[in-house]
Nanobody, 118 residues
């Protein structure tokens, strides 16, 4: 079992930055990939960024060049650095992990709210 706890969300002005953190516990050695999803009001949940063990990260086109996903294995923590934030980035952000061979998400954090507004 893997448990994920997110932190770092909040309210920020357009053009600002936030860093989300995701602390993983449990059988973290077996995690094959971690990622960040987001869900805005009235929209489907979408994949924002994903990093598979031993590979380069992948990003949604809407955040490419602005967001960076990373992992600190020693601390069992994943991060999402968000720069040049836009109002359309407003959403609940979820940390995810998988131990499945097909990389389908099987663990979710509780979500953290990110609001970008003046």
């Amino acid at each position: 079992q893997v448990q994920l706890v997110e932190s770092g969300g909040g309210l920020v002005q357009p053009g600002g930055s936030l860093r989300l953190s995701c602390a993983a516990s449990g059988t973290t050695f077996s995690i094959k990939a971690m990622g960040w999803y987001r869900q805005a009001p009235g929209k489907e949940r979408e994949l924002v960024a994903r990093i598979i063990n031993g590979q380069s990260p992948n990003y949604a086109d809407s955040v490419k060049g602005r967001f960076t996903i990373s992992r600190d294995n020693a601390k069992n923590t994943a991060y999402l650095q968000m720069n040049s934030l836009k109002p359309e980035d407003t959403a609940v952000y979820y940390c995810t992990a998988t131990r499945s061979s097909n990389y389908r998400v099987d663990y979710w954090g509780q979500g953290t709210q990110v609001t970008v507004t003046s």
